[in-house]
């Protein structure tokens, strides 16, 4: 693993690493989007239980070497706090596939993101 | 290099002007503001920072101004912070490292998420005594002779798993303070913390009871 991961390879790198992440809803939010910060952010949406104590510990395993803030939320709790309009938030899946294009542009995504939620 | 002091100096020379960083060895970095001594900060990948991981890294970096556990979830114990601030050594995460350059001032920089809470609560006069037994799980006696565990949930806006992963972790508490004033735990943090028997409370209703 390249220690030193952008954003979009982070989503890859999740993703692939990761295979309990499919059952769940992923994205990323905040500042690491936009190349500044500390660490990257990252919320999983899904059920509470066995389901989510497996993709904790595949997420703490496969993101040892990453600055990971993961939240993890009930469906339910996404909708209670709003998080979507207070906090820009981008797929993994759409982040992974938007690396594979020859120039990234986060404000191009963003916006392509938002006009389809 | 490891990857937490690839990424501390990434984040140090992106985000913080006039500031020069680099590596000096092993876990080592070194900083350098105009105008300022050179200062020297640990950048540490342990999940849980004790005492005696805090004299080792001493040991090792007697030189040492700051240790930052860069791991977001980084722990810290009551008696490694008493080790460091005993030693008059900066302590805490990324954010901490960034204001104590920023203020020139790492040896007194401390864990920025429960800076502010650890201080209000410090000042009520009703506590009799206080023990910081981690970062963020302190334990009271107040004038009353009622004893609390309280842990400080720095979330925005606590959820479940928040409730639940704190109580694993530290134990049981008897109140979840959410210390971030701008948001308001879920229906289903507040539902969790009934059932472990703790309650969620803001500062407001914290007071109160103090």
């Known amino acids: 693993m390249n220690p030193y991961m952008t954003a979009c390879e982070v989503a890859e790198y999740l993703l692939i690493s990761c295979r309990s992440l499919r059952e769940f809803q992923s994205y990323m939010f905040g500042s690491s989007l936009f190349g500044v910060g500390s660490d990257f952010d990252i919320l999983v949406i899904g059920p509470s239980g066995e389901p989510l104590s497996r993709v904790k510990s595949e997420l703490e395993m496969v993101g040892r070497e990453l600055p990971l803030d993961i939240l993890y939320m009930l469906p339910e709790e996404v909708i209670e706090t709003k998080f979507f309009s207070k906090a820009k938030c981008i797929p993994l899946a759409e982040l992974a596939k938007y690396m594979k294009t020859e120039s990234l542009d986060i404000g191009m995504c963003l916006l392509s993101i938002s006009s389809t939620n | ?210």
Not at chain 2, 24 to 43: C, F, H, L, S, T
Not at chain 2, 141 to 158: F, Q, T, V, W
Not at chain 2, 174 to 189: H, L
Request: aromatic share 10%; net charge negative; proline share 2%.
């Open chain 2, 1 to 210: 290099m490891k990857w937490q002091v690839r990424y501390a100096l990434q984040n140090i020379l992106e985000n913080l002007k006039e500031v020069s960083a680099c590596h000096i060895d092993g876990e080592a970095i070194a900083i350098e503001v105009p105008g300022q001594a050179k200062a020297i900060a640990v950048i540490s990948a342990a999940d849980v920072i004790n005492s005696e991981l805090a004299r080792q890294y001493h040991l090792e970096y007697q030189d040492m101004d700051f240790l930052c556990g860069y791991r977001k979830g980084c722990i810290w114990e009551g008696e490694a912070i008493k080790y460091l601030e005993g030693n008059g050594m900066g302590w805490g995460n990324a954010g901490a490292l960034s204001s104590g350059i920023s203020s020139g001032n790492l040896r007194g920089a401390t864990h920025k998420d429960f800076l502010f809470s650890y201080r209000l609560i410090s000042q009520v006069r009703s506590i009799k005594n206080l023990d910081r037994e981690f970062d963020r799980v302190i334990r009271i006696k107040l004038a009353s002779g009622a004893d609390l565990r309280i842990g400080m949930i720095m979330e925005y806006e606590p959820t479940a798993d928040v409730i639940r992963t704190f109580w694993d972790n530290f134990g049981p508490i008897d109140i979840a303070w959410n210390i971030n004033p701008n948001g308001y735990p879920t229906q289903n943090a507040i539902a969790a913390a009934d059932e472990l028997g703790c309650r969620v409370m803001k500062w407001g209703e914290l007071r109160k009871l103090l």
